[in-house]
């Protein structure tokens, strides 16, 4: 057997298959459903799989306020962020985030599961979370993720 002939394949720009996947989140676990979308956001389903690299799907969330969290997280569950300032602490719960805005749990979810670095920021953008059925792409061919399978 020839061990030279076995060659590490790094993906890239003009190697990269990109498709557009659908996936919908309701009645999906919180962590559950982030940790799926931010796994086809980096490509990691893919044999192809390079980390500096793009090489995941474009991913588009529908029913995105249709989450549900499990235990009492709707009301336990809180959000901190700081304004800038001395004493500047803020909290919020999950519930009092769902009704402000629909798409953030999910938003916030997914962005935690990405790299901390220039390629993360380019797959939070690239994602799209819809509240509702509404899908503005339908000229796209769209693949639907059966979830069980992940």
Request: aromatic share 8%; hydrophobic share 40%.
């Amino acid at each position: 057997m020839n061990t030279l002939s076995y060659k590490t394949v790094s993906a890239n720009k003009a190697t990269v298959n990109k498709e557009w996947v659908i996936i919908d989140a309701e009645g999906k676990v919180l962590g559950r459903l982030a940790s799926v979308v931010a796994s086809m956001l980096r490509g990691k389903h893919k044999t192809n799989f390079t980390p500096h690299v793009d090489c995941g799907d474009n991913v588009v969330v529908i029913n995105a306020e249709k989450i549900d969290l499990t235990g009492e997280k709707w009301s336990d569950k809180v959000y901190v962020r700081h304004t800038g300032y001395p004493g500047g602490q803020r909290f919020t719960t999950a519930e009092a985030l769902l009704k402000k805005n629909p798409i953030g749990l999910v938003e916030k979810a997914v962005k935690g599961m990405l790299p901390k670095n220039r390629l993360g920021v380019h797959f939070i953008e690239i994602c799209m979370f819809m509240p509702g059925q509404n899908i503005l792409m339908k000229h796209r061919n769209l693949k639907k993720l059966n979830f069980k399978k992940y």
